[in-house]
């Protein structure tokens, strides 16, 4: 069995570098983002050096949505995506922002609030393995920096396939793997000293930044993602590597 793709609820999954029960995962997962909740925006700006807001960007530019549409966000988090999918669909649309985590999603729902978003909006605790939506419901699914934490990633792309109209796409932003290896040594000595005492600094808790580093280390690479995505049953699959390829773009359509 590979680690995090099985759907076996009685083998074993990665958290980080350890081995753990898959049926305990989403509840570990979930332990890790009610702990950084409440510092998670402002370590993201620090660890990235404001680079995320470029990549979520970028994959905004890549969604296809006009007005009317609808979207939906998965591992929604803070809802950084969702303001930005929220003015492409109009008032018209509808925008759907889900997570498992409570706490993620209240502090991304305020702060779409506070910017005036509401009217298309709706918020949803839900898992990805298990989407609770009709099938073709949405025109295009986003999820960004949440797939590798997912208990199983081809259930959870399966589902999102799903959920897809035809015509749709499905995007991925996600931590991969840097090409080259002075790139791949020296991102490797970022994540693993600089990541975790900015956790203890900022955060207070060096554990779950820790974690964070692992489980960028035990992602899937470009390649193993993108066919993963195909057989999900997702089409003309490609990606564009950002930052060197330490972060990675995938996109997958339905037919």
């Not at 693993?192 to 692992?214: C, K, Q, T």
């Amino acid at each position: 069995m590979k680690s995090g793709t099985s759907s076996d609820p009685g083998g074993t999954v990665d958290f980080g570098y350890q081995q753990i029960p898959a049926a305990e995962k989403a509840a570990r997962v979930r332990s890790v983002f009610d702990s950084v909740a409440g510092r998670y925006d402002l370590m993201n700006d620090l660890m990235s050096g404001g680079l995320h807001r470029l990549w979520k960007r970028f994959a905004l530019s890549q969604t296809g949505l006009r007005p009317g549409m609808r979207a939906l966000d998965v591992a929604a988090g803070t809802c950084d995506l969702g303001a930005g999918l929220a003015r492409q669909v109009g008032r018209e649309g509808l925008v759907v922002l889900s997570d498992i985590n409570r706490e993620m999603l209240a502090r991304g729902r305020d702060r779409l609030l506070d910017q005036g978003l509401f009217a298309n909006l709706r918020f949803a605790i839900a898992d990805a393995e298990r989407l609770p939506f009709p099938d073709s419901s949405f025109d295009c699914v986003t999820i960004a920096f949440g797939l590798r934490n997912v208990t199983d990633k081809a259930s959870a792309l399966a589902s999102m396939r799903r959920v897809l109209r035809p015509g749709g796409r499905l995007l991925v932003l996600e931590f991969s793997k840097p090409r080259g290896e002075a790139l791949r040594a020296a991102y490797d000595a970022y994540c693993f000293n600089v990541l975790p005492a900015l956790g203890r600094i900022v955060a207070d808790d060096e554990a779950s930044y820790r974690y964070l580093a692992e489980s960028i280390r035990m992602h899937s690479d470009q390649e193993t993602l993108a066919a993963m995505m195909r057989n999900a049953g997702l089409e003309a699959v490609r990606f564009h590597n950002l930052a060197g390829g330490i972060v990675a773009l995938h996109l997958g359509c339905v037919y």
